[in-house]
C-alpha cells in the first residue's frame, strides 16, 4: 500500500475481453479494459524536415525518427508481430540520445475493409501495454474491431520492455511492502519515512537520468512518433483510467491528429496530487460501502450478518487491521513472510477495483478472520504487487512511482504535513483514510524534481472525445470523468451506474453498445447518456 497507482488493467470475470484465468487483481484490477478506435483511414502522413512539438519545452524532432520503418518480426506471442521503435530520450534536447520502445501488433483479420491502428494502454502508469495485447485485448476484444483495425501497443519509456525504471530487488521490496503505513509513534513514523527514502534511492541508484524522462507528455509524444511510424494520419486510441490522462495529454500536445478517442475511467488533470489523494480515497470508501451491503447478504459474511450497516461492517475490518499490526498471520509463504496490517490492507484494496473479486475477498477474510490463516489476503496483496511465486516483482510499481512522482509535486513534504491531514483523509475513509494519507508521503523523497503540474485540458479543436466514468468507481470517482469531460472542448460524457472500475467490457449491454456504435460508426453518444 505504499506506492499508490491510479489504475492499471482490469479483467473482469464477467469481461467479454478476458480470456479465462484466475482473477488479478491490483495491477491486473486497477484498469478494466477500455476502447478507442478511430476510423480515419491508414494513409502516409505528413514528414517535414523537422517535426514541430508543442509546449514550452518542445524543439524541432529531427524527421528520422516521424520517418522510421518499423521491422516487424514474429512475437513469442503466436499470431502476434513485434518492434521496437525510437524516440528522443529528452525532448528538449532531440540530439542528445535515444530511448528505444518496445511495440507489438496483431494485424487486422476482416472481414470488412481495414480503419487503420488501433492503440491501446491499459493503465497504470506503469502497466505493459504490450502485455495487455497478446494476452487479453488482442483476441479478446468484440470480433467486429479486430477485423477492421490492426491491433497496436507500445509499451512506455520506463516500463516492461521499454528500459524498464529499476529500484528494489525481490527481497527489498518484500521488506518495503510490509512496513507499518498507520505509524503509531516516532519510532514507527521514522521507519515508514526511511522505507520511503530507501526505495527513491534505489530507483535514482538503478534507473539514473532514466528518471528525468519517464513523464506522460514524453510518452504521448512518442505515441505520435508510432502513430506516424504506423502510417496513421490520425491517432487511435485505447486509454483505461491512466491511460486516460496519456489520451488527453496527447489530445492537448496533438488536437488536430485525434480520431475517436475513448476515455474510460477517467483522471481529472487539474487536480493536484493531494486532491486526486483525496478524491480516491473517498473513491475507495464508495466502493468498500458497496462491497459492505454485499457481504452481508451473504451466508457466512465474516464482517458482519444480514442488515449490518456498512459502517459497523467498516469497524470490523479496522478492528481485524489494527490485531495484524500487534499479532500478524501465518500465510504458509516458503519466504516466511506473514501477514501484517499493510499487506492485508493491500489485499482488500485490491479487490475493491472489480466486483468479481468481492467473493474472493469474503473467502480470504474468512480464512484470515475465522481460522487465522493469512494466504488468500497474501495472494491479493502479491497480485496488486505483481509479485510472482519465486518473489520477483514486475517492473510496474517501480514505473509507476517514476512516473506519478514526474508529473506532479507530492502531496506532502513531511511526515508533519502528513499528521495535519489525517482527520481529513480519515473522514472521507475511516477504514483506509489513514494508511492511503501516509502512503501519499511517497513522492517527498524521489531523486528527481516534479517536471509537470496541475493543469486543465481542453484539446481545442479536436475530434468529439467521449469519456466514461462509473459512478462507484473507486480508483478514478466519477467526478473525475464529469471534470475531464467538461474541460475537453469536444468532451462527451458517458455514464454507467454501477460497480468496479471503468464501464467498457464489463456486463453493460447499454455501455457497449454506446461505445461499439462509436467506434465502428462514427457515432457518439447522445449527450450525457446514462447506462446501468
Known amino acids: 500500500m505504499h506506492i499508490r497507482r491510479i489504475s492499471g488493467q482490469s479483467r473482469s470475470l464477467s469481461s467479454p475481453f478476458r480470456h479465462r484465468s484466475p482473477t488479478r487483481t491490483g495491477g491486473a484490477l486497477m484498469a478494466a479494459a477500455a476502447l478507442l478506435v478511430s476510423a480515419c483511414s491508414a494513409g502516409n502522413p505528413a514528414t517535414p524536415a523537422a517535426m514541430a512539438l508543442p509546449g514550452p519545452a518542445g524543439r524541432a524532432v529531427p524527421a528520422a525518427y516521424y520517418a522510421q520503418k518499423l521491422a516487424w518480426h514474429a512475437c513469442q506471442a503466436t499470431g502476434f508481430e513485434c518492434a521496437t521503435m525510437k524516440a528522443p530520450r529528452d525532448y528538449a534536447d532531440p540530439g542528445a540520445g535515444d530511448v528505444t520502445l518496445a511495440v507489438a501488433r496483431k494485424k487486422a483479420m476482416g472481414p470488412g475493409k481495414r480503419l487503420g491502428s488501433l492503440m491501446v494502454n491499459p493503465g497504470g502508469p506503469g502497466g505493459s501495454a504490450v502485455d495487455y495485447l497478446e494476452r487479453y485485448a488482442g483476441a479478446g476484444y468484440p470480433a467486429q474491431v479486430r477485423a477492421r483495425y490492426d491491433m497496436v501497443a507500445v509499451d512506455p519509456r520506463g516500463v516492461a520492455r521499454s528500459e524498464p525504471v529499476e529500484c528494489l530487488s525481490g527481497p527489498q521490496m518484500d521488506a518495503f511492502t510490509q512496513t507499518d503505513v498507520t505509524p503509531d509513534d516516532q519510532k514507527e513514523t521514522d521507519q515508514l519515512a526511511d522505507a520511503y527514502r530507501h526505495f527513491a534511492e534505489g530507483c535514482g541508484q538503478h534507473s539514473g537520468d532514466l528518471l528525468r524522462h519517464v513523464s506522460t507528455v514524453e510518452a504521448a ?68 460501502q458497496s462491497f459492505a451491503r454485499n457481504c452481508v447478504r451473504q451466508a457466512g459474511c465474516p464482517l458482519g450478518g444480514p442488515g449490518t450497516p456498512p459502517a459497523k461492517v467498516g469497524d470490523n475490518l479496522k478492528a481485524f487491521f489494527t490485531k495484524l499490526d500487534a499479532s500478524p498471520l501465518p500465510t504458509g509463504d516458503p519466504k516466511g513472510r506473514k501477514l501484517g496490517e499493510a499487506l492485508a490492507t493491500t489485499g482488500v484494496i485490491a479487490a475493491m477495483y472489480d466486483q468479481g473479486a468481492w467473493p474472493q475477498l469474503r473467502q480470504a477474510l474468512t480464512q484470515a478472520m475465522g481460522k487465522g490463516d493469512g494466504a488468500g489476503l497474501l495472494a491479493l496483496s502479491d497480485s496488486y504487487y505483481e509479485r510472482d511465486a519465486s518473489g520477483k516483482y514486475a517492473n510496474l510499481m517501480f514505473a509507476n512511482a517514476a512516473v506519478n512522482c514526474l508529473d506532479l509535486p507530492p502531496s506532502f513534504s513531511t511526515p508533519e504535513e502528513v499528521r495535519k491531514a489525517l482527520p481529513e483523509f480519515e473522514k472521507l475513509s475511516p477504514v483506509f483514510g489513514e494508511g492511503l494519507a501516509w502512503s501519499a508521503l511517497s513522492c517527498a523523497y524521489w531523486p528527481v524534481k516534479a517536471t509537470g503540474h496541475a493543469h486543465r485540458i481542453e484539446a481545442k479543436g479536436a475530434a468529439p472525445i467521449v469519456v466514461v466514468g462509473t459512478t462507484r468507481d473507486p480508483a478514478t470517482p466519477y467526478p473525475w470523468a464529469r471534470a475531464l469531460a467538461s474541460q475537453l472542448s469536444s468532451g462527451r460524457l458517458l455514464t454507467y451506474d454501477g460497480d468496479g472500475h471503468t464501464a467498457y467490457g464489463r456486463g453493460s449491454k447499454c455501455i457497449d453498445s454506446a461505445i461499439d456504435a462509436y467506434l465502428l460508426l462514427g457515432t457518439p453518444p447522445a449527450k450525457e447518456k446514462r447506462c446501468s
Do not use: H
Open 221 to 288: 509524444r512518442d505515441m505520435d512518433i508510432l502513430r506516424a511510424a504506423l502510417g496513421d494520419q490520425k491517432l487511435t486510441y485505447v486509454g483505461a483510467s491512466y491511460g486516460t490522462f496519456l489520451g488527453a495529454t496527447y489530445a492537448d500536445l496533438f488536437p488536430q491528429r485525434v480520431g475517436r478517442l475513448v476515455l474510460d475511467g477517467a483522471m481529472d488533470p487539474s487536480l493536484s496530487s493531494l486532491r486526486l489523494n483525496e478524491g480516491q480515497t473517498a473513491g475507495f470508501e464508495t466502493a468498500f
